[in-house]
């Protein structure tokens, strides 16, 4: 038999994709890894989904996405950001943040080009990156910055290939969040050096201490910005896969050819879910919230309490203590903790080599299982 893709075959699996496997084959495991809403998808939501199935609305929609889909999410971005977005060339309805980033890749990588990544980061930019003839360079965020980016190493790394940075704030794994000041910054390096910025916000509604705070806000920013968002987190909409991309209409047509060639357009059922969502369901979502942020509060507590020594996140919903002091590897420590005590977390390396020594833990599960977890995190401390 000829071949297949080797730089496919080659690529490694997501190291969270790994610890699920052995997570499957074990049982009463109580889950800190899944980076998923326990919740349900709230009642009205779903009910306007079945609403539009029983009224026939069983099609493809425009490549584009509903009309009224955007323009809501139009006015929901001028409202929490104050930028403008067309609903008729400047977002694109997509399956999930996942699509979108995937698209946003391909239509904007000449082959050699370099993407600045800020690590630790959500496990499927740089394949996304690589897929599309890319390279990735990375930029680490260390603990000691909170997370955040060292600009000056920042601009050490631009070459005449960089075209682009890509971060995301409330951050996976590290909850972290970013704010006026350094916004400011990294629009000035992208400006100075002709960078385009990817800005994933999924987690944007999911900030505990203060509002998100988007570089879009930064004046000149929406130009060189191409902005990803989606449902499934805030809305618990996983499974319905409804991301949205937003920038400059060229950049857009040209990720609306390649998603009507390969996707044609999201599900339609999906999509009069995420407007009913933006319509009328926010309080919904401002409850699950209220939620993890008491979550937050225990988990951060707990670890602290036990002996793990845990920051606290501003957003999105997963704690990311450190184990260094423990001697081991965070693969070991994930792999250790999970045969002894069946407390699954993610080991914080699959995220990027400056993951290791932590552990990504999310919060979204019941307090209860929160409350077992760190009881037996605590046991386990105590036995090393
Ligand atoms: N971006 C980040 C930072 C994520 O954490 C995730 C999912 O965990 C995604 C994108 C993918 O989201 P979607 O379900 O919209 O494809």
């Known amino acids: 038999m000829k071949p297949i893709n080797n730089f496919v075959q080659n690529m490694p699996p997501s190291g969270i994709r790994k610890f699920f496997d052995i997570v499957s084959t074990m049982e009463g495991v109580i889950s800190l890894g899944v980076g998923e ?10 009910s306007a989904a079945i609403d539009s199935m029983e009224a026939g609305k069983t099609s493809y929609t425009s ?8 323009q809501e999410i139009s006015k929901y971005l001028f409202k929490h950001l104050g930028v403008e977005y067309n609903p008729d060339n400047e977002i694109l309805i997509t399956v999930g943040v996942s699509e979108a980033m ?19 980061s959500y496990v499927s930019y740089k394949p996304t990156i690589e897929m599309a003839g890319g390279h990735s360079v990375v930029l680490d965020c260390k603990e000691e910055n909170d997370f955040l980016p060292d600009l000056e190493e920042l601009k050490s790394l631009i070459t005449p290939k960089t075209k682009a940075i890509l971060f ?5 794994p ?4 970013l704010n006026r000041e350094i916004n400011q910054k990294l629009y000035d390096i992208c400006n100075e050096n002709d960078l385009y910025i990817i ?16 570089i879009l806000e930064i004046p000149g920013a929406y130009d060189r910005t191409i902005l990803l968002n989606g449902f499934s987190k805030a809305f618990a909409m996983t499974g319905w896969r409804i991301g949205y991309a937003c920038g400059n209409k060229d950049i857009i047509k040209s990720m609306m050819k390649i998603h009507q060639y390969t996707m044609l357009c999201a599900p339609i059922s999906g999509q ?3 407007l009913e969502a933006l319509r009328h369901c926010v309080p919904q979502s401002d409850e699950m919230i209220e939620e993890y942020r008491q979550r937050r509060n225990l988990i951060v507590k707990g670890f602290n309490d036990v002996g793990l020594t845990c920051r606290k996140p501003g957003g999105a919903f997963y704690a990311f203590p450190s184990i260094k002091k423990f001697g081991m590897t965070s693969e070991e420590f994930c792999e250790k903790l999970l045969y002894e005590k069946k407390v699954a977390t993610v080991p914080g390396n699959a995220f990027g080599k400056c993951g290791e020594g932590y552990i990504r ?11 077992k977890a760190i009881e037996k995190i605590g046991e386990f401390i105590e036995e090393l």
């Not at 809403?37 to 779903?46: A, C, G, K, N, S």
């Not at 995301?168 to 996976?172: E, I």
């Not at 994933?200 to 988007?214: A, F, P, Q, V």
């Not at 833990?361 to 409350?371: D, G, W």
């Open 272 to 274: 009069y879910c995420a």
């Open 102 to 120: 995937d698209l946003l890749m391909r239509a904007l990588i000449c082959p050699g080009d370099e993407i600045i990544v800020f690590e630790p």
């Open 199 to 214: 800005s994933d916000e999924i987690y944007d509604r999911l900030t505990y201490d203060k509002k998100h705070e988007s």
């Open 361 to 371: 833990c999310s919060y979204a599960t019941s307090k209860k299982k929160i409350i």
């Open 63 to 70: 490549n584009m996405g509903l009309l009224s889909l955007r």
């Open 168 to 172: 995301n704030y409330p951050s996976n």
């Open 174 to 177: 590290t909850g972290c969040v």
């Open 37 to 46: 809403p326990d919740f349900v998808t709230p009642w009205p939501m779903i």
